[in-house]
């Protein structure tokens, strides 16, 4: 690792928890804005927790989240940790992330279709949200040696072969 790069560490991983809290805690947070999007409760309030949710999405919690996914790609590389629970654990930022966009996706279509659509209920999609954070706090927080795991070849081995992409034109 290069040597002035060290002193980094702490202030990116303190990012990362800062991004990460916000990002988790807006994932949270939206499934319960978007089942407030009821027209009994007025025009003025619908407008104003439609704007809520719209905004939190796009400038706080979609950056909170490129922030936090950044951090921790810098973070993988100047710790050096390409060990298996790592790779577990991008299993369930994947999961993340997908979530991510089913919120993103019920943002949009809260503006977009003049009131039509219904928005889902809170507890479903909290408690599916809930899997892959505790499974990724316990795994980043327990760094559980996984390594012990049969793993196939494909999946540790080199395998010294072209990727499957067409030669870049020339022009
Ligand atoms: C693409 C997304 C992510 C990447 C690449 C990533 C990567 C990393 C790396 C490399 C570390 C440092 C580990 C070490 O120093 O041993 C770290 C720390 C941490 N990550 Fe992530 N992470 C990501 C997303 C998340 C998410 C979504 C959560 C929580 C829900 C999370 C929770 C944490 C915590 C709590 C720490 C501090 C652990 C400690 O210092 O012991 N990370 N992350």
Do not use: C
């Not at 104003?48 to 590389?77: E, K, M, Q």
């Not at 999961?95 to 919120?103: N, P």
Request: without cysteine.
């Amino acid at each position: 690792m290069i040597d002035w790069l060290e002193p980094v560490i702490p202030h990116l991983k303190a990012l990362h928890v800062i991004a990460l809290a916000l990002w988790v805690g807006g994932l949270f947070g939206l499934p319960v804005m978007l089942s407030r999007h009821d027209h009994i409760i007025g025009q003025a309030d619908y407008t104003r927790i439609r704007l809520a949710s719209h905004v939190s999405y796009v400038w706080i919690v979609t950056p909170a989240a490129v922030t936090a996914i950044i951090a921790g790609t810098w973070l993988i590389f100047l710790r050096e940790v390409f060990v298996v629970w790592m790779f577990a654990k991008l299993v369930f930022v994947a999961l993340l992330i997908g979530f991510h966009a089913w919120v993103g996706h019920h943002v949009v279509k809260m503006g977009e279709s003049d009131g039509r659509h219904d928005p889902p209920g809170p507890r479903v999609p909290l408690l599916v949200l809930l899997v892959p954070v505790l499974v990724i706090l316990t795994l980043v927080l327990s760094k559980p040696p996984l390594e012990d795991i049969p793993l196939p070849d494909w999946l540790t081995e080199p395998r010294n072969r072209q990727l499957p992409v067409s030669d870049v034109p020339r022009w």
